[in-house]
């Protein structure tokens, strides 16, 4: 069983999908007006390194309509930031919380901080990987499609974490990972290699034209992330073939779908015509990080044990 959720493959292949069973349960029941309380008497804290909207926001909201209680910490208002152990705050922490999400710049932060922490944590982002985003990503592809057995995805731009995570995921989810990227751009040889010793399907190219052609699903992501703006000038001169453009998304199936993460920088890896465009879920995306999340925090939460019933 599962006490943190660090990485995508912290988890296991059934359990993936009974989230997102989960998931869209709770999505459905919250349009209804029917709420669940089974992490009364919970409290999350939330340590961000780096700042976010969605991953704020939808941790917040997601553990209050479960009944729990989520508290916001700055790294840099805390002891943490300013040079306490991450050990010695794992321990701290882990007296008063029920489980501990941290947004951090490397992935090493967080793993050291599960390791000493007595309580589940969960990813909320490192430089590796965004587990809770694929998540999220996968839950939307399924919705759409009724399936991702099978689908060919395309990632187009910066081999980063996000991209990190779907080729993890892609064993799990019998989709087919085709990505272009610049040179000295690519995924990590680790991460290929591991997904790729798990099953998955994965292929690298430079041409956004050929990795979208015939692609079900298009996905991009900024090209310059939070800690990488003193290289902006030269990864926008080194990504500009790399838009997703109606060129591009033509390229595709006819009833390709589009997505990003966000936040878009529109002009840069996506354009109006697309992000705005018929072929766009990244508004259903976006919300299902909420619903995905409720699931997750529900499962390694719950007063019940680890379980993913109401």
Known sequence: MCSDFISILDISKETLWDLIDSAKKLKSERKKGIH????????????????????????EVGMNELGGDAIYLNANDMQLGRGEEIKDTAKVISRYVSGVMIRAFYHATIEEFAHHAEVPVINGLSDREHPCQMLADIMTIDEHFGSTEGLKVAWIGDGNNVCNSLLLASSMTGMEVKVASPPNYTPPSDVIALAQKNGGLVQL???????????????TDTWVSMGNETERLKRIED???????????FSANPDAVFLHCLPAHRGEEVSDEVIDGPSSLVWDEAENRLHAQKALMQYLFSKNGLTLNH
């Open 36 to 59: 669940h309380e089974p992490l009364r008497g919970k409290n999350l804290a939330l340590i961000f390194e780096k700042p976010s909207t969605r991953t704020r926001i939808s941790f």
């Open 205 to 219: 190219s430079q041409s956004p034209m050929e990795a979208a052609k015939n692609a079900d699903v298009i996905l």
């Open 239 to 249: 990504f500009k073939d790399y838009r997703v453009t109606n060129e591009i998304m």
